[in-house]
């Protein structure tokens, strides 16, 4: 399982783009790079998923180089609703056999 | 729809008791997973079923125990409570392929 490494906290203000950038050395061929957030007192709630170049949907872009060994979440125009810890998993998804393993994620505050 | 429901919320137990944690999913997922979550920290996966009548140790599974009683419901049970499993716990289920987990709203265990 592909160990990854993110920042621990960031803080930004309203309307700011937010990049977090999640560090995984070892990925294998067949793995995925996937983001979750999660709010207080919630369970984590899926954002995008990736396995190379870009992706984007309705809140979020996701940004992979072609060595995949790192990624970066792109959030754009933060809220302060946006406030929440957000994780990178890194894990091959194309069998229903698969542990999960989460990091501890990054703390993100959104100030007005 | 109800997705991933867990039950109970909350619940308080004295050291040494039995308790048994229920989670069921209602989008027909072959995958289910038990985490804990510390304050402060990220999930720890306990134990997971890749589909019914599978299940298979996570990252924490000492003090634990698991059922996968069929497609739609995956338990966890504490034989003997100890205060170092006070956590919350959050159940997840899986679709095939590279689909993300869904997770419930977790149940807030303490251990007195």
């Known amino acids: 399982l592909a160990k990854t490494t993110q920042p621990i906290s960031m803080d930004s203000y309203e309307g700011q783009e937010v990049n977090i950038t999640c560090s995984h050395n070892n990925i294998a061929t067949n793995d995925y790079i996937t983001w979750y957030q999660q709010f207080p007192s919630q369970g984590p709630r899926f954002i995008i998923q990736g396995y190379k170049t870009k992706v984007t949907n309705e809140v979020a872009s996701l940004f992979i180089p072609a060595d995949r060994k790192s990624s970066t979440l792109s959030l754009p125009r933060v809220s302060l609703s946006d406030t929440a810890v957000y994780y990178c998993l890194v894990g091959a998804l194309v069998s229903s056999a698969s542990k999960i393993i989460f990091g501890s994620g990054t703390r993100l505050s959104i100030r007005p | 729809n109800a997705g991933v429901t867990q039950t109970p919320k909350f619940q308080v137990l004295k050291t040494g008791q039995s308790m048994t944690l229920q989670c069921a999913q209602d989008m027909n997922h072959n995958s289910m997973y038990w985490y804990r979550q510390d304050p402060g920290m990220g999930l720890r996966l306990i134990y997971y079923?890749?589909?019914?009548?599978?299940?298979d140790k996570g990252e924490v599974p000492n003090g634990y125990n698991v059922s996968r009683l069929n497609k739609r419901e995956f338990s966890l049970r504490l034989e003997s409570a100890a205060p170092s499993q006070t956590s919350v716990y959050f159940c997840?289920?899986?679709?095939?392929?590279?689909?993300?987990?869904?997770f419930g709203d977790g149940t807030r265990l303490s251990i007195l």
């Open positions: 079923s890749a589909s019914e009548g599978t299940t």
């Open positions: 997840a289920s899986r679709d095939l392929g590279n689909q993300p987990q869904h």
